[in-house]
């Protein structure tokens, strides 16, 4: 009885990212993925509403394991450093945590059999089992595997769901906030804020590459 509702929870969400898909397609929106620009003048023309659709569109790509620089970029030129990356988090939480979801209670029979067997999957879950939390602040701070890819495995392993999703979209939040404050910088159009943004990001990315590598000293001791 289990496994026909798990296959016709699969069957469901095939179909639905099958439609999510082509209406991506059929609407040109890849173009905008592409442009920074034209995604700019998009989310700029929606008013209110641009806020909304951001946060979904970077939701819905962080799922597809495409890259979300160019969204991280235009988040900070369109709606300034603080609501750029308070946007962007939201969106990035949302999105790494469907996929979790996912993996764990709707597809787990298809995504265990592609990554089930992969050196991601072995190493995190050994992770999770021995350190915990420990694990997501290495993979999130450290460029280790696939951000997208990561997303999914987690879901496989036994770590719950509130910390891996509570943790997992803080311990983004420094690399992120680096790019949407080198854009929100160039957005400013005033050459104090866009200092002082500038040198705060780089003391976030100063300090971020300090943590990765104890963290790094750490992996290697810990292996």
Known sequence: MNQKKNSVKLI??????????????KSGALEYLKDRQKLEILIKSLGVWGPIVYIGLYAIVTTTCISVLPLTLAGGLIFGAVMGIVYTAIGAGLGLSLSFLIARYIARKPIEEKFGNTEVFKKINEGVKNDGWFILATTRL????????Q???YGLTPISFIQYSLLSTIFILPGTSVFVLLAGAVASGDMKTAVKMSILASLIFFGLTIITKIIAKKSKKNS
């Open 12 to 25: 469901i969400t095939v179909c639905v990212l099958i439609v999510v898909v082509i209406g991506i397609v």
């Open 142 to 149: 450290l460029p280790i595997f696939p951000f997208g890819i």
């Open 151 to 153: 997303n999914y495995v």
